[in-house]
């Protein structure tokens, strides 16, 4: 958990990316190949060395955090080349694909950023909306596949590449959709003289395109902006909590070093006060909140202020002990109140 251990193992990620950049290239590959292949027995035992300290630590919540486990499965992706060279040998058809699979080791700098985990987190939370989202998307792009299968792909002058079946009709509204090329379909559909073509093709780009993408991208900035505020709130919290941890360890020290020079003003009578107190500042530091005047820093004043927390308490105290004995009183009081009624009652009664 120590900064320095995070930054070792981020710059081990990178240079890990960027010596996979390298390998691409056939020469610098053919090249550097002693280089490439100690390099990748480092990273491999890094990797590994990192899984058993995790583990080792805490081998009970390891298991539980989301990251670790997408951590583990790096790990086994890592190790498939070498198994499947092993078993199957150099010539394996489907080596090139393990190889190529490698380059989820980049993903290992999630469990290391805490700006990707949030944005990943957010993405995470608006799962269901975005959900929704697609689902009417759907409903719409299958409502309009429909349409325009029976209005294009349909009669004799069809457009049977772009219409000529309902998953063409899909592939061909994702176009449209997207905005990507929707002028060239368009023409297609105009040199085949279909009257609706355009209004279809404008009600459906309006809806596809400005609504539903567009509700989309508004959702995921929503909920990205609401978990970046999450994260600005929480490191401000932490950094409070350092500054106040860090406030008490110097009120604390300064506390240590006023008792020293009270002490030393009680031993030693040859040092005047001002030279003590100018000792006394010597030992501060320039982040210290502490106000470095004399009367801040004078002992007079700090015996002063002591024993007027003393006669605080002791008059708290005695304030005490005096509502005490008041409501002491009052309950005896209260008992006594009966008592006088039956008397007053038995005498009205023999007077009559």
Known sequence: MSRLFKIIMISTISTNAFFMVL????????????????????????????????????????WK????????????????????????????????????????????????????????????????????VLILLFVLMYIFAVLGFCLFGVPERADLNNWGNLALAFFTLFSLATVDGWTDLQQQLDARNFILSRSFTIIFILLASFVFLSMFVGVMIIHTEDSVKKLERELMLERHMTRMEEKHVILKR?????????????????????????????????T?????????????????????????????????????????????MLEDLPQKKQSQSLEK???K
């Open 23 to 62: 390998w691409t290239d056939y020469k610098t590959r053919y090249n550097l190949f002693r280089l490439f292949e100690v390099s990748e027995l480092i990273f491999v035992s890094i990797y590994s060395s990192e899984f058993c300290m995790k583990l080792y630590v805490d081998p009970i919540n390891y």
């Open 65 to 132: 955090d989301g990251y670790n486990l997408l951590d583990v499965i790096i790990i086994i992706i890592i190790f498939i080349p070498y198994s499947l060279r092993k078993i199957k040998g150099k010539h394996y058809p489907y080596l090139n694909i393990a190889d190529g699979v490698q380059s989820l080791r980049i993903l290992k700098l999630i469990t290391y950023s805490r700006g990707i985990r949030t944005l990943i987190t957010a993405v995470g939370q608006t799962a269901y909306t975005v959900a929704s």
């Open 254 to 286: 300064q506390q240590e070093e006023v008792s020293k020079l009270m002490q030393t003003q009680k031993n030693v009578d040859h040092k005047s006060f001002t030279e003590l107190v100018e000792k006394f500042k010597k030992t501060l530091r320039h």
């Open 288 to 332: 210290d909140p502490m106000v470095l005047d004399d009367f801040g820093t004078s002992l007079p004043f700090i015996d002063v202020y002591l024993s007027t927390l003393d006669n605080q308490d002791a008059t708290i105290y005695k304030l005490q002990e005096l509502y005490y004995e008041i409501v002491h009183v009052l309950s005896l």
């Open 349 to 351: 009664v023999e007077e």
